[in-house]
């Protein structure tokens, strides 16, 4: 945090399931009393946070990944500042325009180019509402 704050360029991996989830990690790592500070230094130093979730590719062999993209843009410093990374996701949707993409487009993207099953894409997404459709067999049989 530190590195990042000085104006140091950070990679790290984290095992979340996607950006918002990411950046509470990273702040519930520390103490409870040094959040705050916490939250401060992380809304000004982070500058991205990319999700990966890999697919078993059907048109061919391998996988393929979807990735969420989350640039801290001012609104982005200022819901993990007050605590509001539940928030995250709204932002995400309208911020396409500097290049941020949620976990569920990127899937439907892959759904699109037939790369990846629709079984696979409801299993992984988050709106499950919106994947539900695309299946052959109803949700509730796939439990």
């Known amino acids: 945090m530190e590195a990042a704050a000085t104006g140091h360029l950070v990679f790290g991996t984290l095992h979340t399931e996607n950006a918002a ?5 990273i702040i519930e790592v ?3 009393a040094e959040q705050p500070q916490i939250r401060n230094t992380l809304s000004t130093a982070l500058r991205v946070v990319v999700a990966q979730n890999l697919f078993k590719r059907i048109d061919q062999k391998g996988r393929c990944a979807a990735l969420e993209i989350l640039v801290c843009t001012p ?7 007050d605590a509001k990374t539940v928030q995250i996701a709204s932002q ?4 396409k325009n500097v290049g941020m993409q949620t976990l569920d487009d990127a ?6 180019k ?10 992984k997404c988050i709106d499950k509402n919106r994947f539900a459709k ?3 067999t109803p949700p509730d049989a796939l439990q």
């Open 114 to 123: 037939k790369w990846i099953s629709p079984e696979e894409a409801y299993e």
């Open 21 to 25: 989830k990411t950046v509470d990690r």
């Open 134 to 136: 695309l299946l052959k």
């Open 30 to 32: 520390f103490p409870a």
């Open 75 to 81: 609104a982005v410093s200022n819901l993990i500042r």
């Open 107 to 112: 899937i439907q993207d892959l759904l699109t």
């Open 92 to 95: 995400m949707q309208t911020g």
